[in-house]
């Protein structure tokens, strides 16, 4: 069985930083590219970022670039560093696994981020 849990949110003020994680198990952590996504209220699930397993290549949203940044560390987790929130980035984030982008098999449970104004 896999499992993937996310962790790390919360609420923050505008400017703010959060750091989500990814716990993985049940899978080949090293030969999956991991990914974040989110969905806000009344809104459809988008790609928020990705890493791949081989060479560790990373994957930005135009929405997030320059301000989050993706990381995987054996043996298990990949994490969500989120800098300069923005009252958009409100929303719940959910960490994916999949062999071969831009497919992803496996989702968590997803972790809410609310950014106050």
């Known amino acids: 069985q896999v499992d993937l849990v996310e962790s790390g949110g919360g609420l923050v003020q505008v400017g703010g930083s959060l750091r989500l994680s990814c716990a993985a198990s049940?899978?080949?952590?090293?030969?999956?590219?991991m990914g974040w996504f989110r969905q806000a209220p009344g809104k459809e699930r988008e790609f928020v970022a990705a890493?791949?397993?081989?060479?560790?290549?990373t994957y930005y949203a135009e929405s997030v670039k320059g301000r989050f940044t993706i990381s995987r560390d054996t043996p298990n987790t990949v994490y969500l560093q989120m800098d300069s929130l923005k009252p958009e980035d409100t929303a719940v984030y959910y960490c994916?696994?999949?062999?071969?982008?831009?497919?992803?098999?496996?989702w968590g449970q997803g972790t809410q981020v609310t950014v106050s104004s």
């Open positions: 049940g899978l080949t952590f090293r030969r999956n590219n």
């Open positions: 994916a696994a999949g062999n071969q982008l831009p497919v992803y098999d496996y």
């Open positions: 890493i791949t397993w081989i060479a560790s290549r």
